[in-house]
């Protein structure tokens, strides 16, 4: 199955990841090969088999609803690689989205 | 010499005395700064590593016994970057991770210091676990310790290259791994090192970066068997922070490797006919007869079987491992931890924070993983890959009818040189073609050395256990380790 260039900038745009006409040529290829050696699947008849979600049959663990964790804003922020530049706002700092 | 040694030998000369852990961390810290040429640490921490020798001597000096009892005492490991570590930079070797100081400690790791370990660094991996060469690291190449026939470089395979280089290199006893569809049991297979993926859920994924979260587990790289069985008993257990990681007790592995007292007496070892793959170099065809020859002669019954969908392995893992994969890369934006590229708006932020932050593998499988996960194709890709899963996984349980244990070559050929299958994706992915349904079907499996190719380069041979049968792995695989009898180190022309 082939890729065409519109596809690839879909699929980029939902992945957020910016892609220049080089690499849109570099990746219709390449996701070309994959989506050709993927295509083996479609030999089988699977009308009748379960899809299987987890590697191991185990059942959900369940803990009480209650807050174990948290209360260390500078800690969370320590990796932040922009904070607001007043100390006091424990808030990550983003591009303005609103004009 | 010291880093040489097993953690088996190195713990019993810390008992005896002969050496202590201090003089143990500062032999693996010479041999790692004189191994640069391999570039299998990324980060080394000296410092912090003499200072735990110093402790761990001082609590042996303070009571011997309750040191004897933690099975690492003063012993120096290797951590693969994908595991996060308090303080010490953890990246998963991505650009996009860069800076990343975690302030929490993974479970993995958590254990083996609790135990007694010493960490001596870092150690480079494939991009997000992303590769079967260790050649899509943000850091570089990971060299081999062994080099082909004319001296050439050759890949220590991936993702956990570095790991199982520093392990065949003599830098670090031992070190953490992980495996999502190969990455424990390929470049352990290329180092002549021993390889242990446990079953899915044996251990926690809690600090681990994730990749494909229904695949991924937390293993070793180690010189033997036995030192495989130490480090499991370490790392194995319920945590209650990974929702999948399980309840079941955690036997004494090391102890259960010496219950087969050489003898494999009732033991069925299943032959699959699919892994008899074209082009099989014929070293390595021999090499998996030889190995049945040798399980037999300890009293094992070779039975053939027919795992008929392994062929589908692949392109099953191919949509299940991407499309998880970009789920779990989602979280990389630039806002919270790690790179972030400046732009106009938000998303122009998060679009060229994703762009040079990932490199050209880890976009593949994102875009592939968006691809197959997106509007109009769920069904035929995802669902579909999902149900052929399932039959992957029946085709084991089918054989398990037949046989207690499965033996399969654990890489399709030896280590190749550095940049040999760099521009082609499918045919890298051909090398996880033994692994990949052990992955799916979230069994355990152990790659052990055992031979080696016309070129004098290592070759192993795979043992596929039942789940959660970890113990009976490691004692049929001691008896194949010990058949085989491989012993040759690599020539450590890298301290020229």
Same mark, same amino acid.
Not at chain 2, 70 to 74: D, F, K, Q, T, V
């Given at each position: 199955m082939s890729i065409d260039d519109m596809t690839v900038r879909h699929i980029a745009r939902l992945a957020r990841i910016q892609v220049d006409d080089v690499a849109v040529s570099a990746l219709a290829h390449d996701m070309s090969r994959i989506l050709d050696f993927i295509a083996e699947l479609n030999a089988l008849d699977t009308r009748d088999v379960l899809p299987m979600t987890g590697a191991i049959d185990i059942e959900l663990a369940m803990r009480e609803d209650v807050v174990t964790d948290g209360g260390y804003p500078d800690v969370i922020l320590g990796n932040a690689p922009m904070r607001l530049p007043s100390r006091d706002d424990d808030y990550f700092a983003v591009p303005k989205v609103i004009e | 010499m010291l880093t040489s040694l097993t953690i088996a030998e190195a713990r019993d000369g810390l008992i005896s005395k002969q050496f202590s852990a201090g003089e143990l961390t500062a032999a693996c810290l010479a041999e790692i700064e004189a191994a640069s040429a391999l570039n299998a640490f990324i980060v080394t921490t000296a410092d912090t590593a003499r200072a735990a020798a110093v402790s761990s001597d001082e609590r042996r000096g303070r009571d011997a016994g309750a040191a004897a009892a933690?099975?690492?005492? +003063?012993i120096p490991l290797g951590v693969k970057d994908l595991f996060c570590t308090k303080g010490v930079s953890s990246t998963a070797c991505s650009h996009i991770l860069d800076g990343f100081v975690p302030d929490y400690e993974s479970h993995v790791t958590e254990r083996l210091w609790a135990n007694g370990a010493i960490m001596l660094g870092k150690l480079n991996m494939d991009e997000f676990a992303m +590769?079967?060469?260790?050649?899509?690291s943000y850091h570089g190449v990971v060299r081999n310790p062994w080099r082909g026939a004319d001296g050439v470089d050759l890949v220590p395979g991936g993702s956990s290259g570095g790991s199982a280089a520093a392990v065949a290199g003599g830098l670090v006893l031992a070190a953490t791994a992980s495996d999502t569809g190969g990455s424990i049991r390929q470049p352990a297979s290329f180092t002549g090192t021993v390889g242990l993926k446990p079953t899915y859920g044996r251990c926690s994924r809690w600090g681990m970066i994730a990749f494909a979260s229904s695949l991924d587990q937390a293993g070793v790289i180690t010189r033997d068997v036995r030192d495989a069985a130490i480090m499991l008993g370490v790392i194995a257990g319920h945590d209650p922070r990974d929702s999948t990681s399980t309840t079941h007790a955690v036997p004494d592995y090391e102890a259960a490797i010496d219950d087969f007292a050489g003898s494999l007496k009732g033991i069925r070892i299943g032959i699959p006919r699919e892994y008899r793959v074209d082009n099989m170099p014929t070293d390595l065809e021999a090499l998996w007869e030889q190995g049945a020859v040798w399980l037999r002669a300890a009293g094992a019954e070779i039975v053939d079987i027919s795992l008929p969908h392994t062929r589908y392995a692949l392109p099953t893992y191919y949509i299940i491992a991407p499309a998880e994969a970009s789920s779990n890369l989602a979280r990389y934006d630039g806002v919270r931890y790690g790179l972030r590229a400046s732009g106009g708006d938000l998303i122009d932020a998060y679009e060229r924070t994703r762009s040079e932050g990932f490199g050209d593998e880890v976009h593949r499988r994102v875009m592939i993983g968006t691809y197959v996960l997106s509007a109009g194709y769920y069904d035929a890709y995802y669902l579909k890959a999902l149900k052929v899963r399932r039959l992957i996984a029946q085709d084991f349980e089918d054989a398990y009818q037949r046989c207690d244990f499965i033996l399969t070559p654990t890489t399709p050929s030896a280590a190749f040189p550095l940049g040999a299958q760099g521009d082609d994706p499918i045919a890298m992915y051909l090398n996880d073609i033994f692994t990949v349904p052990v992955n799916l079907a979230g069994l355990p499996a152990i790659s052990v050395p055992t031979g080696y190719d016309h070129n004098g380069l290592p070759l192993a041979l795979q043992l596929i256990g039942t789940a959660f049968d970890e113990a009976r792995l490691l004692g049929v695989a001691q008896i194949l380790e010990i058949a085989a009898g491989v012993c040759a180190r690599p020539t450590p022309w890298w301290k020229n």
């Open positions: - | 933690r099975a690492l005492e +003063g +590769g079967s060469s260790n050649e899509t």
